[in-house]
């Protein structure tokens, strides 16, 4: 928002210059894909017809999230609500290194959610 003091970091790909964030992506994207429990919250959503969900995610220098937004939608609600539910119940996620904290106080990830044995961000 304008004129927000928050400094805000941004990763809306794989690849970024600042190795830090994409190293914070990385580690994040990781809780959620090797959390046996995340694929069950979706299981029987997934069984429907649904487009792949694009989702941005805020998380704070402290690990917390601040947001979540979807930048397109599955398609099917309960698809979207268990993907909320997913990332809210990982929080709290680990607080930002004291390189990456230094340069943001909020980074916004974003990935797109696919489902299959697993669950899988790209």
Request: proline letters at 6%.
């Amino acid at each position: 928002p304008q004129g927000s003091p928050l400094r805000r970091g941004r990763l809306f790909g794989l690849v970024d210059n600042n190795e830090e964030l994409v190293r914070y992506a990385e580690a994040w994207a990781r809780k959620i894909q090797l959390n046996s429990n995340t694929f069950e919250m979706v299981r029987e959503a997934v069984k429907q017809p649904h487009s792949n969900p694009v989702v941005t995610v805020a998380i704070r220098a402290d690990g917390s999230v601040e947001s979540v937004t979807f930048v397109r939608t599955s398609g099917v609600p309960a698809i979207d609500e268990a993907v909320t539910r997913i990332i809210q119940s990982l929080a709290n996620y680990p607080a930002f290194s004291p390189a990456l904290s230094r340069q943001y106080d909020v980074v916004e990830i974003r990935r797109t959610w696919h489902f299959d044995v697993a669950i899988r961000l790209y």
